[in-house]
């Protein structure tokens, strides 16, 4: 037994080089979102002498400076995107977790086939266009927040990790057990399977937010009211905007728009928006990483 025990057992040599490699690992993976927020901080003019730093010479807010401009905008878009990221979040829970248990049970009939229009979404779809002309001239999304939440409400991916999460976490013997006391279907669900589903929800809950949060697309589609722009889409129309500033002092060729370009903080500019966009996603992510690891590691699991 001694014997057995030590060889499932790492040698300090061996634990020592593990953690010296997960050491770097983890050192690779943060270092270039570090790097990012250093640029962010550097002065243009500095970039444009000495490149990139990992300790710059000059220190700036400018980039900062230039993107906080849009004062009240920038504001309105944050919260714009507050608002769709944790309602859109919440709808594709509801909606998935339902449509995910249902096809998970063996006693439901047609769950083979909703499985198969789920998977079949998966490879094919209508495109673009149709898409847009359902969504602004039957559903009428245009500028509206709806337009933002509901294309990313439903994802086929999402569902079959749930499907798999349910069959392999919620035993048949507790949904039976729960029949038997005289419980319905739906409570059921919401008194038994929910409560041991809380891994594979924040999991989803999780993507889902990820999703919601970095969409600019369907914004650039659906969205011309400037009040209803998320930050995405406002971090590119600032990009856009700064992009059009440097090709046209650039082809002018006067002093008034070479001046305007030496002070433009391009580079670090494009990293603090990366770190806008970022940060708060981030801070968030600890709060679900338990729930979100043992979610994945179970719901990957064939079923």
């Known amino acids: 037994m001694a014997k057995a025990r030590t060889l499932n057992q790492p040698s300090r040599a061996s634990n020592t080089i593990l953690n010296v490699?997960?050491?770097?690992?983890?050192?690779a993976c943060v270092f270039p979102f570090l790097?990012?927020?250093?640029?962010?901080?550097?002065?243009?003019?500095?970039?444009?002498?000495?490149?990139?730093?990992i300790i710059p010479k000059e220190w700036s807010l400018e980039a900062y400076r230039y993107i906080f401009k849009t004062g009240d905008q920038l504001l309105r878009s944050f919260g714009i995107t507050v608002l769709i990221t944790v309602v859109g979040a919440?709808?594709?829970?509801?909606?998935?977790?339902?449509?995910?248990?249902?096809?998970?049970?063996?006693?439901?009939?047609?769950?083979?086939?909703?499985?198969?229009?789920?998977?079949?979404?998966?490879?094919?779809?209508?495109?673009?266009?149709?898409s847009y002309i359902i969504n602004t001239r039957m559903l009428h999304l245009k500028d509206t927040l709806w337009a933002l939440i509901l294309p990313l409400a439903v994802n086929a991916f999402y569902i079959m990790i749930m499907r798999t999460f349910y069959r392999t976490t919620v035993p048949d013997?507790?949904?039976?057990?729960?029949?038997?006391?005289?419980?319905?279907?739906?409570?059921?669900?919401?008194?038994?399977?929910?409560?041991?589903?809380?891994p594979g929800l924040a999991t989803i809950g999780l993507f889902s937010t990820l999703g919601y949060w970095n969409d600019w697309f369907n914004a650039?589609?659906?969205?011309?009211?400037?009040?209803?722009?998320?930050?995405q889409a406002l971090l590119m129309r600032i990009e856009n905007s700064m992009q059009f500033l440097v090709t046209n002092s650039a082809l002018s060729g006067s002093g008034q728009g070479m001046a305007l370009l030496s002070t433009l903080p391009q580079d670090s500019a494009r990293m603090a928006m990366v770190v806008l966009a970022t940060v708060p996603i981030v801070l968030a992510?600890?709060?679900?990483?338990?729930?979100f690891i043992s979610g994945l590691t179970v719901g990957a699991v064939k079923g």
Request: glycine letters at 6%.
């Open 21 to 27: 490699i997960a050491a770097v690992f983890s050192i």
């Open 173 to 198: 013997a507790i949904v039976e057990a729960g029949k038997i006391d005289g419980a319905g279907e739906l409570r059921v669900f919401y008194s038994v399977v929910l409560p041991i589903s809380l």
């Open 220 to 231: 650039l589609l659906y969205i011309d009211n400037p009040n209803l722009v998320p930050l």
């Open 285 to 291: 992510y600890p709060f679900f990483q338990r729930f």
């Open 35 to 53: 790097f990012v927020i250093i640029i962010s901080f550097t002065n243009e003019k500095a970039l444009s002498r000495d490149g990139y730093r």
């Open 90 to 130: 919440l709808l594709s829970l509801v909606l998935i977790s339902h449509f995910a248990y249902a096809i998970s049970r063996s006693s439901f009939r047609y769950r083979n086939f909703f499985s198969f229009i789920a998977i079949f979404t998966m490879l094919f779809n209508g495109g673009m266009v149709p």
